[in-house]
């Protein structure tokens, strides 16, 4: 964007000084928009050819809804317009069975978000030291939730002002590049029973307003990677368990069957997962479900393709295999649900710059349906039940289009990303073995990620009559690449679809279900016409390739589809049966 069309803007949103600036910070928001940041990439040379077989008469187990977790810094913005209406979006993903994890529920302050950060002044103390409770800001915030079909995956954390050992200062300055993240939040408390008895009021106040029943279907943890010190946690390792001990019998006292777990531990390579299973066992602690994050971490590299952005899978899938390893190593701990609390890309939803830059188009669409099905690979072949893989990507409020931040919306607007969700959701029944040859082997990924020839891979699915079936076409580096030319081979179709087949094909690519395609291509507009805003919200839907659905011929329970996948697209090809009449 040119700055004249920032200052453009800048005048015609003439207000108070406070307004003025803001569309100032916006303005220069948008002019450092990282220039790395593309569309998709063009197609390049000549289309190379992929078979995928899908054997319909072979459903395996029940497809495990592991997408249907998200989360952010910052509670707050779950309330305001833009949260609430992405919120909705995903609550109608799969109503009541969505979940939703935030920090700083329990923060001190008044409820304004800033950059990671947010808080609902939950706890006080009067002039006599005696704790004030105050549910009105974390009520809202739950009640946007289930208003939208969305469930609470509960943190606990982080530390009220009046009980932190180290209460000053308190909120962190940090902002993306400067600043000091850790402060008094981050601080162990300075009397436990004091933590305990707040957790406890507050489950018992939960279940009181939403009922026995809708509680205990939620998930409580404690803290947030309390094994990295330089962030979110000033204590030692041992008082980070006696807070979790605090914590769990304070949410057992309220509700005897909720759901406890944890540590939501960073994938950092360390002992901790390992050192929480030891101590919750000795300690007696319940534990219904264990928690860790795996990040990846793109970078920024230069090679005969030009200066480019480089995904970093690899990193991404050995951070969650370390964690497998360490909850197999551990019997009596091998059959717990596990839940990645945080899965993405990279590990700063909040911070900006070049190798962030996949975040707007089809490379992190792409990059998500490439790592779930390996993310589940690992954990089947740990023999272990991954229930829940969390996307901490949500809003960021009132920031320049597209700004570059990590999130699933920008402006009230779905990004590609967000698509790739709703066509997750699509797969539902059992699961079918899908085999394509040029879907790149799991060791291969997670040792050198997808560096030379593309990943084309695919899973399937079957809900009584009706098929799905999903391929991607995914590589690390965002550069050009042929399309792949996909042959699609169904086998074995149910004898529903003797007459035949309809079929529906939905696209996540350059022109189909890509709002930040149809922004740039507009000019990249700042301040968007009302005009271009239903334009980029038509952009935003999950879209077909076809007008209408189309008809594909069965034979002795056999079809075949032929289609052309760009790189970084993905494709959710849904068939049902064909009438006989028509």
């Not at 609550?91 to 950059?115: C, I």
């Not at 706890?123 to 809202?140: F, H, K, L």
């Not at 305990?196 to 489950?203: D, K, S, Y």
């Not at 993405?344 to 900006?352: I, L, N, R, S, V």
Request: overall charge neutral; some cysteine.
């Amino acid at each position: 964007m040119h700055i004249a069309a920032v200052f453009h803007i800048i005048r015609q949103h003439r207000g108070d000084d406070a307004t003025m600036i803001r569309w100032v910070m916006i303005g220069v928001a948008a002019l450092a928009m990282p220039a790395l940041a593309r569309v998709a990439p063009e197609p390049a040379g000549t289309p190379f050819p992929v078979t995928v077989e899908v054997d319909a008469g072979q459903p395996g187990q029940p497809v495990e809804p592991v997408w249907r977790f998200f989360g952010a810094d910052e509670p707050n913005y779950a309330t305001m317009k833009d949260g609430r209406t992405t919120l909705a979006t995903l609550g109608a993903l799969a109503p009541d069975r969505v979940y939703f994890r935030t920090h700083n529920l329990l923060t001190s302050g008044d409820g304004t978000p800033a950059l990671k950060w947010g808080s609902t002044g939950i706890y006080s103390e009067d002039a006599a030291g005696r704790p004030v409770y105050n549910w009105t800001i974390v009520d809202r915030i739950f009640d946007t939730y289930r208003a939208r079909g969305v469930k609470p995956y509960v943190e606990l954390g982080f530390m009220p002002e009046a009980m932190s050992v180290r209460p000053q200062p308190y909120q962190h300055d940090w902002r993306p590049g400067s600043g000091s993240l850790r402060t008094g939040w981050a601080y162990p408390p300075r009397d436990y029973a004091r933590w305990e008895e707040l957790i406890h009021q507050w489950v018992r106040h939960c279940v009181e307003r939403y009922g026995r029943e809708e509680v205990a279907s939620w998930y409580f943890q404690t803290w947030n990677e309390a094994n990295l010190p330089q962030y979110y946690w000033g204590g030692t390792r041992e008082e980070f368990f006696r807070l979790h001990d605090a914590a769990v019998r304070g949410v057992r006292r309220a509700l005897p069957e909720a759901r406890v777990g944890g540590p939501d531990n960073a994938g950092a390579g360390d002992d901790f997962l390992t050192a929480f299973m030891t101590h919750v066992e000795a300690a007696g602690t319940p534990t219904d479900f264990l928690s860790f994050h795996a990040k990846g971490q793109p970078e920024v590299i230069e090679d005969q393709n030009g200066r480019h952005v480089r995904m970093g899978l690899n990193k991404h899938l050995k951070a969650a295999e370390h964690e497998f390893a360490a909850i197999a190593a551990k019997p009596q701990f091998r059959s717990k649900p596990i839940i990645i609390g945080e899965s993405d890309p990279e590990g700063c939803a909040a911070c900006q710059g070049p190798a962030n830059a996949y975040r707007n188009g089809t490379m992190y669409s792409s990059y998500t349906a490439a790592s779930f099905p390996r993310l589940l690979a690992l954990a089947e072949r740990h023999r272990l039940n991954l229930e829940g893989i969390l996307s901490w990507a949500f809003e960021f409020e009132d920031q320049a289009p597209f700004a570059g931040f990590r999130q699933l919306t920008s402006n009230g607007i779905d990004l590609p990303v967000m698509n790739m969700f709703k066509m997750f959701a699509r797969m539902t029944g059992r699961s079918l073995p899908a085999v394509s040859d040029h879907q790149a082997a799991l060791d291969k990924v997670m040792r050198d990620g997808v560096r030379d020839a593309p990943d084309v891979g695919s899973v399937a699915s079957i809900d009584g009559n009706r098929l799905a079936v999903l391929v991607w076409h995914y590589h690390d580096d965002d550069v050009a690449g042929p399309d792949a030319a996909v042959r699609l081979q169904l086998r074995r179709l149910p004898r529903a679809f003797a007459p035949g087949a309809v079929l529906t094909h939905y696209r996540i690519d350059r022109d189909h279900s890509n709002s930040f395609a149809a922004w740039q291509a507009m000019g990249s507009p700042l301040a968007p016409t009302d005009a271009q805003r239903a334009t980029l919200l038509k952009a935003a839907m999950l879209a077909t390739i076809d007008p209408e659905p189309i008809r594909l011929p069965v034979r002795a329970g056999r079809g075949t589809l032929a289609f052309a996948l760009p790189r970084q697209g993905v494709s959710l090809v849904i068939l049902t049966p064909a009438s006989p009449e028509g």
